[in-house]
């Protein structure tokens, strides 16, 4: 029902920034809540960001506190998470997910629909 695709990831140096975009299909994305996931090699998956069906309400994870943000533009379909101040920690392939419903959930099994993920790498 919904296909989700992730774009942005790339390496970069600690310090730096990255983009990441989330495209996607059908044509209720409004009434999806979205969220972030990460994980990296030998680790669980773990929450990053979500964000309400209408954005009005944002939940980071702690580590990520202050250097991330995620917002949506949902007349053309997309979530974004904006990362700043990269640390090599934040290594991870990133995953874009969406929520049938409205509110924001920080597990994984709390999502219906995932993407393919991209590959963020932050070099020392």
């Known amino acids: 029902q919904v296909q989700l695709v992730e774009s942005g990831g790339g390496l970069v140096q600690a310090g730096g920034s990255l983009r990441l975009s989330c495209a996607a299909s059908g044509r209720t994305f409004g009434s999806y809540a979205m969220g972030w996931f990460r994980q990296a090699p030998g680790k669980e998956r773990e929450f990053v960001a979500a964000?309400?069906?209408?954005?009005?309400?944002?939940y980071y994870a702690e580590s990520v506190k202050g250097r991330f943000a995620i917002f949506r533009d949902n007349a053309k379909n997309t979530v974004h998470l904006q990362m700043n101040s990269l640390i090599p920690e934040d290594t991870a392939v990133y995953y874009c997910?969406?929520?049938?419903?409205?509110?924001?959930?920080?597990?994984?099994?709390?999502?219906?629909?995932w993407g393919q993920g991209t590959q963020v790498t932050v070099s020392s």
């Open positions: 964000i309400s069906w209408n954005g009005g309400n944002t």
């Open positions: 997910a969406a929520r049938i419903g409205t509110i924001v959930g920080v597990t994984p099994n709390e999502y219906d629909y």
